[in-house]
């Protein structure tokens, strides 16, 4: 390449320096469209000057994982850990392309765990989601008790068993003066009376 | 750099360790980076997240094991390229893991491929 069309530098490129994970991942990406400069508008929805496949995880986090995955006397070459982190961005637009479908399918804009769950058994990774269903059982838990905290938009919606799972314990004076405990079913958190509400943004 | 959840991440106010290595918000901007995706919610980001890590550690193991039956105890690129053929799952990955040949055999191939035409 005599270099007319090929470039590192940040700046021109419209990314920051940090999302290059390395310089000639760039390099191939801009050797594909030389002669069209930046020209990504006739290809829709690329909303930044960058392709999504320029976007990795980054080398050590995804190095790490796998080194913990393996035995301990394996070796892993440089070239593979690169590409494991090239498949791992493709992953995830595979899996976020899918779940966003049948999101829009069913004319919702905010892609929530239900969509990712039901991607993953889609595309032939349904082995993930028993697991993940217990990992994100362990997240709401997590999340009870907090003060202050977001949760997130989706989970307004989705009126499941699991929201009838906390109830509060009530004390009812009934009519004939005894008192009772009755148990009072809520689709919200759990109301502790010293802790801020959370609030559904 | 963001060694897990825990640390300050400007894109959640939660904190959870529950056993996340990878950057939240690195995974987030992959996701939206997708043609036609508007938001995503916090369960989802989460769910990604890992079902990433699942991922990492299911393409390690499945291509390790690849590479151990041929006597060696590494993992190299070939492997990671073999399992994309052979697993269903990773068939997804067959554009983006190409089998690497040597440039020798490469050209070889083309001057067969131009032969051939020349004879047409």
């Known amino acids: ?41 006739e290809e829709g929805g690329i909303k930044e000057n960058f392709r999504e496949q320029d ?7 995804v190095a790490r ?7 301990q006397t394996g070796k892993i070459a440089k070239d593979a850990k690169e590409c494991v982190q090239e498949c791992v961005s493709e992953f995830i637009s595979f899996i976020t392309s899918e779940a966003s479908e049948r999101c829009h399918q069913e004319k919702r804009k905010t892609i929530n765990g239900e969509d990712i769950l039901f991607a993953m058994s889609t595309l032939g990774f349904d082995m993930y989601v028993e697991p993940l269903k217990l990992y994100l059982q362990k997240f709401r838990e997590g999340e009870k008790g907090m003060p202050g905290v977001s949760v ?27 008192q009772q405990n009755v148990m009072v079913y809520t689709t919200a958190y759990q109301q502790i009376p010293s802790v801020q509400q959370i609030q559904f943004s | 750099m963001k060694m897990s959840a825990n640390t300050a991440d ?11 290595s990878l950057p939240i918000s690195r995974v987030r901007l992959i996701m939206k980076s997708s043609p036609d995706v508007s938001s995503i919610n916090q369960e989802a980001l989460f769910l990604t997240t ?25 993992l190299s690129y070939s492997d990671l390229a073999s399992t994309a053929e052979e697993k269903d ?18 050209l070889k191939t083309l001057e067969q491929i131009e032969d051939e035409e020349a004879d047409i």
């Open chain 1, 1 to 41: 390449m005599d270099g007319d069309g090929s470039t590192t530098d940040a700046s021109q490129l419209g990314i920051t320096g940090e999302y290059m994970a390395s310089g000639h991942y760039v390099l191939q990406s801009q050797e594909d469209d030389g002669d069209e400069s930046l020209n990504d508008h």
């Open chain 1, 55 to 61: 976007i990795y995880l980054p080398i050590a986090n």
């Open chain 1, 65 to 71: 994982i796998m080194k913990n995955a393996v035995p």
């Open chain 1, 152 to 178: 997130g938009e989706g989970l307004g919606e989705e009126l499941t068993e699991d929201s009838f799972t906390n109830p509060l314990p009530a004390g009812i004076i009934t009519a004939d003066g005894q």
């Open chain 2, 10 to 20: 400007k894109d959640n106010n939660v904190s959870t360790n529950k056993n996340i």
């Open chain 2, 50 to 74: 890992k079902a990433t890590e699942l991922f990492v550690q299911y393409l390690a193991v499945s291509s390790f094991n690849n590479g151990s039956g041929k006597g060696s105890k590494s």
């Open chain 2, 89 to 106: 799952t990773f068939h997804f990955l067959t554009d983006i893991l190409p089998k690497k040949i040597l440039a020798g055999d490469y």
